[in-house]
């Protein structure tokens, strides 16, 4: 069982996380405006934070992850809140053949750091992106290593990263427009080292038409 299938039952209880994926969504919201006839494709949702979040703002809602736990959190609150443009499917990009769907929107949320093969990842998004669709990346910027603790460390491959060099990732791959703004700069406690600042940025840039 992987960290984040363990996690899941337990991960939408620590306040700061579920606030800091708002921040998230309120950025995508006013950086990407998404219509009510986007659909959208929540990569690496997890408990669909983010995803949830953008709901109300367009079309429909796919929640997709690897992991089976976080997947099974997302499903229950899509039951239980009735929500029939909303599901919840498994993929990894980074061993699955890229399905035939395609979106107006492709959303990765503080989970591109735990992808090893960013650059496949990235490539399968814009395969799944309609012309001129946009996608949407959330993730940290370059830290020490300190942001997540000890236990999860297996999981982190890359510690944050740099904005410029990750636009420039983004347009080697054939995405356009690629411009990036701060969500949110916050301090949290760390090992041996008490509080530390980091910063969450978003991303953005669009599949040629």
Not at 71 to 96: P, T, Y
Request: hydrophobic share 40%; glycine share 8%.
């Amino acid at each position: 069982m992987s960290h984040f299938d363990e996690a899941a039952a337990t991960w939408d209880q620590e306040p700061a996380r579920v606030r800091r994926m708002r921040e998230v969504g309120q950025a995508i919201v006013r950086e990407a405006a998404p219509t009510r006839e986007m659909t959208v494709l929540d990569y690496g949702s997890g408990t669909g934070l983010v995803g949830l979040y953008l709901l109300p703002h367009v079309h429909s809602v796919v929640g997709a992850d690897n992991s089976p736990g976080m997947l099974e959190v997302l499903r229950k609150k899509i039951a239980e809140g009735h929500l029939h443009a909303m599901r919840a499917v498994r993929l990894d990009l980074q061993v699955d053949p890229v399905p035939d769907d395609r979106y107006h929107m492709v959303v990765i949320s503080m989970a591109l750091h735990h992808i090893a093969d960013v650059d496949r990842t990235l490539r399968g998004c814009h395969q799944m992106l309609r012309p001129g669709g946009i996608l949407c990346v959330a993730d940290l910027d370059s830290e020490p290593g300190t942001f997540h603790p000890t236990a999860v460390a297996g999981s982190v491959h890359h510690l944050g990263f740099d904005r410029k060099e990750l636009k420039g990732r983004l347009e080697s791959i054939g995405f356009i427009d690629a411009r990036d703004a701060t969500v949110s700069t916050f301090s949290k406690p760390v090992e041996k080292d008490g509080e530390q600042t980091f910063l969450i940025f978003l991303v953005t840039a669009r599949r040629r038409v």
